[in-house]
């Protein structure tokens, strides 16, 4: 304890209070005017003893960046290639520059809320930051398993809240609308894709996988099974698991799409790897669909819809068909019935009218 005088006759002393878990920097703060030296003493001891008390004051023992090499190693084998690539980069853009020098088992719960303010203030969706914080939530539960850290400051960070998206659909009209402009102009291929997306509301990443050779013309079937995936880093193609176990399946086709599938299959004989909407030479033009989207939908008038929303559409229509829940998950390709019912509970019809009649008619 070194309490100093001034030449004025006050007391004054300098402390150092531990780490900063946010910069590894050792914390110094300085206290003077104190009347009597005892009045030092005690603030001295004070404040050390507050220090002490908290975990975050404690000598650094382990490296952030570390931490964040040996989750990344980890998460790589347990999840998609493509799934790796988006949390690599929300990992290195948003978590590692931040906490370039943060001490993992320093942080505290008003560190990270503190981060997520941050994030906030970035203007990124609501979906995004609670993806982030949910990453360095898991991050810590590696370090916890790994490396024998105590306490994960991410624990009861409250999510923010994400406002759904509003569901839009097309109705078979609208979709005829938008399909007959364009089947003027553009050729069978682009024609197929849009028709084969509104009649099987597959993902777009399973459309663009798809070869002839999963197509069971016999038994009017498709058999989903595989990803066309694009690696930003790499700057090339790859295919891909599905997005789930349940996302292998295979559904049925109607009349029209196997009719098209035959005319383009005739047209496009040396696609490369077979697939349906490629050409002799490269993998699908991803950006050609969405701009002939865009294109249509301005010529046309119609509700501006995005490509995912051709899925919520044939959803919908399957529900007007009277389609049970059940079906709707295994043609969807849904991991879980629940994902159903968050998804399109809403669009279902209230079975309570009908319920009262036939205990009407029981009673």
């Not at 909407?277 to 490269?282: C, Q, Y």
């Not at 989207?293 to 819809?305: A, F, M, N, S, W």
Request: hydrophobic fraction near 35%; charged fraction near 25%; include cysteine.
């Amino acid at each position: 304890m070194n309490i100093k005088r001034h030449d004025n006759g006050s007391y004054y002393f300098s402390i150092s209070l531990g780490v900063n878990p946010l910069n590894g920097k050792r914390k110094q703060t300085m206290r003077s005017g104190f009347k009597t030296k005892r009045e030092a003493q005690n603030c001295y001891i004070e404040l050390k003893a507050k220090a002490y008390n908290k975990p975050e004051l404690v000598k650094a023992t382990f490296d952030f960046q570390q931490l964040i090499h040996d989750f990344l190693h980890t998460h790589k084998k347990k999840v998609r290639t493509s799934t790796y690539n988006d949390n690599e980069s929300k990992i290195n853009r948003h978590i590692a520059s931040y906490f370039e020098k943060a001490i993992p088992d320093k942080l505290t719960f008003d560190d990270v809320e503190a981060f997520q303010q941050v994030l906030m203030n970035k203007s990124l969706s609501a979906n995004t930051v609670n993806k982030i914080i949910l990453l360095l939530k898991q991050m810590y539960e590696h370090a916890i398993t790994h490396h024998k850290l105590e306490y994960n400051p991410c624990e009861h960070i409250v999510p923010l809240s994400v406002d759904k998206r509003i569901m839009k659909i097309w109705t078979p009209q609208q979709f005829d609308i938008f399909i007959t402009a364009l089947s003027k102009k553009e050729n069978i291929q682009d024609i197929l894709y849009f028709t084969m997306a509104y009649a099987t509301g597959a993902r777009r990443s399973e459309l663009l996988a798809c070869s002839f050779d999963d197509i069971d013309f016999h038994l009017k079937q498709w058999r989903i099974h595989r990803t066309l995936q694009w690696d930003k880093k790499l700057k090339q193609f790859y295919f891909s698991d599905t997005k789930n176990q349940s996302s292998r399946r295979t559904i049925t086709l109607p009349d029209k799409v196997l009719t098209m599938l035959k005319q383009v299959q005739a047209e496009y004989p040396n696609n490369l790897h077979q697939l349906v909407f490629a050409n002799p030479f490269d993998f699908p033009p991803m950006r050609h669909y969405q701009v002939l989207l865009d294109k249509y939908i301005k010529e046309t008038k119609l509700e501006p819809i995005r490509f995912h929303d051709f899925r919520h559409s044939h959803a919908s229509l399957l529900i007007h068909l009277r389609q049970s829940e059940l079906v709707l998950k295994e043609r969807l390709g849904h991991s879980s019935i629940k994902t159903t019912y968050d998804v399109y509970g809403h669009l279902f019809p209230n079975q309570q009218h009908e319920l009262a009649q036939s205990l009407n008619e029981l009673l």
